[in-house]
């Protein structure tokens, strides 16, 4: 059992950047591939970004491509998204979540999941 924490969200405006922050509990969070999903009201939950167990392989979706970067600290057991020039569409529920079975973009592949951090960019 994992718990996920994510802190960092707030209101920007447009361009802004932002960095969430997801603690996990635990010693073996090295054992976990780590992504982050986003939620828009009336939307369905997407794909944000993953980062493999050591942090040495990183993925990220189509419209966050050289805008965010995911990253960690296994010794903080701490996984970061870094958000830059971020736009009034990015404005979402994130969400961090764990798994052992490989990275993967589908929801489902993950097993623990945070509570979610609310990021609002305005025009």
């Known amino acids: 059992q994992v718990q996920l924490v994510e802190s960092g969200g707030g209101l920007v405006q447009a361009g802004g950047s932002l960095r969430l922050s997801c603690a996990a509990s635990?010693?073996?969070?090295?054992?976990?591939?780590m992504a982050w999903f986003r939620q828009a009201p009336g939307k369905e939950r997407e794909y944000v970004a993953a980062?493999?167990?050591?942090?040495?392989?990183?993925y990220f979706a189509d419209f966050v491509k050289g805008r965010f970067t995911i990253s960690r600290d296994n010794a903080k057991n701490t996984v970061y998204l870094q958000m830059n020039s971020l736009k009034p569409e990015d404005t979402a529920v994130y969400y961090c979540?764990?798994?052992?079975?490989?990275?993967?973009?589908?929801?489902?592949?993950?097993?623990?999941w945070g509570q979610g951090t609310q990021v609002t960019v305005s025009s």
């Open positions: 980062i493999s167990r050591s942090g040495g392989s990183t």
């Open positions: 979540a764990a798994t052992m079975y490989g990275v993967h973009r589908l929801s489902d592949v993950y097993e623990y």
């Open positions: 635990g010693r073996s969070f090295s054992s976990y591939d």
